[in-house]
């Protein structure tokens, strides 16, 4: 809902629990007013009264109020906007008009001397807090092309609170999404990617909440950005303790795209939310937004998968997969999955990548045959590619060495032996999605595992006036890729992959189905990884396989079948070990475990979560509630000096309600439940296990 105050110079959107304002002052400088509870327009105008703070030296009297502080003018803060031509750098704005369309406010502001229009965006739809934000800067005069250095997406600015703590997801490869809080002190901190894609090494998301909020209490502010490619969020504490946050594409400030008159830019969504039931609560409301608004036929039920990588790696053949498959399919698998290694002369990481045909050796007759067997089998059938993407020994590079990105007279540096195409040329798009549509419109393909394994280095791009926009188009092109892909092919879902979780944003969830979490598969690291994911993201878009014990990916660490399942029971659970090696009681182990996980994934996938303990060394657990059925998944890393384990108190029920232990039939009190806790019957070392309850 958005309310309109004040004369119009006033705007209010509130969403279920919360509101946040906007005010154009008589001098038309925009300012941010309130982002926290829901307000009404009359509290708006009462804050919109209050006028500026004394002025003081040295200080802007903008500076921490204003809603997109830009280059130029009285501001010495980070701007979210940078624009200039050969002559004139930053900005001078003029209100030009605002206007709500629906659940959507658009604000206009003018600059005469560059031909330069700005509109801000803010949503808020009616089922959530989620605030969307995002801009479009377009040339609408007719003098000198502009640079846009910089657009971010949003500025947001929190109110003044003492004490405030940032929490983000960090990482690496086969560690990301782990998350860490530390005191924000004055000046900035910024995180972010440099890398051309979303990076392994941050999320693109933080949380600030101050006066020490927990898991289900208090206050939480969060941003996200969704964009897949490089970006920067920074935080800034200004001298008088306000704190601003920007996001958006690009790490640094040189340069995104160079605009003629008449072009526009839209930067992705810098998505805030505010909520007052802690960490948890701000969890749960990011899960609803996006199974809402962002992921793709989110209201479908992700089926349990299995992927060959870690049993065959580069070694693979149609005779090897067959049985892969027949032993996933009586486990009770829906979908089979063949990573790498089936294209071109792909028999390890250094040929092969470009060339998107069956290796004629390996599948004679292509891929059908294999497929045909797969469905036979009552599975779907998924294969894996890595399109953006070039080995030095392939048909493709032979034939185009110019398609990738480099500069000339430099040395063209490989990662894993590869290269990365410039998707910013036409010509390497059409090549892709004659490639893909080819493969999806002559193989019965419902799956595609879609990878990106190495980071931009090099990027130029001979003979272009503005090279540094491949970095922006790269991302365009390869969302219209998807978009063109999922158009034309609509029962193919997608899974995004970028060497484990290296590509995992609200830009690439908005056109992908589910993510790889990670290439650490060790059970045990996993429960600290999901912990971080499910901070922002739902468990419905969460890949999670179970593989060999001990870990072959990794760290060699031994894990009982039971702690393997039901670490990856809490997301998509997915197979990926050598089933071939497997004993008959491993394998029938598993077939009952997968039986269990199809009976709990409506609430595992659409569930509300709760995390009741952060994996932290000893007992770690997170339950997932819908309508009358929850269910509890323990894990207890070590037992020590023979001390029970905790109790776990759940949360999400109801204090009145009697709930029936479906498995032992026990029955259990609401309010004892959340009050004094469940017994797991945990025990000893790396044990797991799985509490189904049922209203009674
Ligand atoms: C990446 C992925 C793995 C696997 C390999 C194949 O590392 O994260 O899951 O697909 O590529 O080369």
Redesign the pocket.
Known sequence: MIESVGKGRTWVLSGPTSSYALHLTDDDDLLHLHWGPRISGADAEALAAQGPPPSWPFESQLDGREEYPVEGGPRFVRPALSVRTPEVRGTEWCFAEAAVYGDELRVRLADAVHGLDLTLHHRMRDDTDVIERWVTVTHTGDGPDLELLRADAAAWTLPRRDGWRLSQLHGRWAAESLLVRSELTYGEKVIGSRRGHTGHQHLPWVALDAEGATEERGEVYGCALGWSGSWRISVQQLPDGVVQITGGVGHDDSGLLRLAPGQSYTSPVFAGLWSDKGFGGASRAWHAWQLAHVVPDAAAERPVLY?S?EATGFDISEKQQRALARRAAAMGVELFVV??AWFGQRTS?RAGLGDWTPNPERFPDGLGPLADEVHGLGMQFGI?V?PEMVNADSDLYRAHPDWVQHHPGRARIEFRNQLVLNLAREDVQEYLWGQLDGLLSSTPVDYV?W?F?RCFTDAGWPGEDYPQKLWVEHVHALYALLDRLRAAHPSVAFES????GGRIDLGILSRTDQV?TS?NTDPLDRLAIQHGFTQLHPARVMAAWVTDSPNVQLNGRFSTLRFRFVSAMAGVLGVGGDLTEWTEEELAEARVWVELYKKIRPLVQHGELYRLRAPEGGLSAVQYVKGDESVVLAWLQAQHYGEQPPRLRLRGIDSAAAYEDLDTGALHRGSVLLHHGLHTGLKGDMDATVIRLRRH
């Open positions: 992927n990588w990573d790498d990481d894996w890595e595992k990878d394994n992959c970028s060497g484990g790889w290439d």
